[in-house]
Structure formats: structure tokens, C-alpha cells
């Protein structure tokens, strides 16, 4: 059993930035592809982002070229820098962490961009 916790969110004005982190209780961090998914109100949960243990990183068009994917397998941290936000930006964001079969959710950190 993995636990995540995520942490960061809040409140940022359009243009602006925020760093989220998920912080992984787990030995094994390097086996897992760890994900970012947001979850806007009323609105299906949709991924943004992915990086593989090795750093290769993939991006959600919304959030291409504006946020930036990162991992410390050393702190076993996955880190997400969100920059140029948007008030389409708001949602609920979770980390996900995945190996083979298992998977692990966050409960979750808010982010609203609001002026």
C-alpha cells in the first residue's frame, strides 16, 4: 500500500503560479509512473500530466508549454509547477502512482485561480 499526499494547492490570480507537491510513502518509489489528474466541480476527473521513474515526461495539450512535471526519487516527491494559470485551471488536482496492476490515488489539493 502506497500512500500519497498531496499539497500546494490554494488560491493564485490568473497569470500567475503554483507548485504542487505529492509526497509517496513508499521505499519503491522509482518502480512507479506517477500521474496528474485534475477534477474541475461538476466535471469528470482528466490527466494532465505523466512522468516515467527515468524523467520522461508527457503533457496534457491544456496544460502544455504552462505546467512542468518533475520527480526526486530521493525524497520520493513528484513535484507539478503550474505556471501562466488560467481560471479554467481550477479543479481539484491528484497524484497517481502506477506499477504493473497497482495503482494509488491522493485525496486530493484545490487550486482555484480567481482574481
Known amino acids: 500500500q502506497v500512500q500519497l499526499v498531496e499539497s500546494g494547492g490554494g488560491l493564485a490570480q490568473p497569470g500567475g503560479s503554483l507548485r504542487l507537491s505529492c509526497a509517496a510513502s513508499?521505499?519503491?518509489?522509482?518502480?512507479?509512473?506517477m500521474n496528474w489528474y485534475r477534477q474541475p466541480s461538476g466535471k469528470q476527473r482528466e490527466w494532465i500530466a505523466t512522468i516515467a521513474n527515468r524523467g520522461i515526461a508527457n503533457y496534457a495539450d491544456s496544460v502544455k508549454g504552462r505546467f512542468a512535471i518533475s520527480r526526486d526519487n530521493v525524497r520520493n516527491t513528484m513535484y507539478l509547477q503550474m505556471n501562466s494559470l488560467k481560471p479554467e485551471d481550477t479543479a481539484v488536482y491528484y497524484c497517481?502512482?502506477?506499477?504493473?496492476?497497482?495503482?494509488?490515488w491522493g485525496q486530493g489539493t484545490q487550486v482555484i485561480v480567481s482574481s
Open positions: 497517481r502512482a502506477v506499477s504493473g496492476f497497482a495503482t494509488f
Open positions: 513508499t521505499n519503491s518509489f522509482t518502480i512507479y509512473t
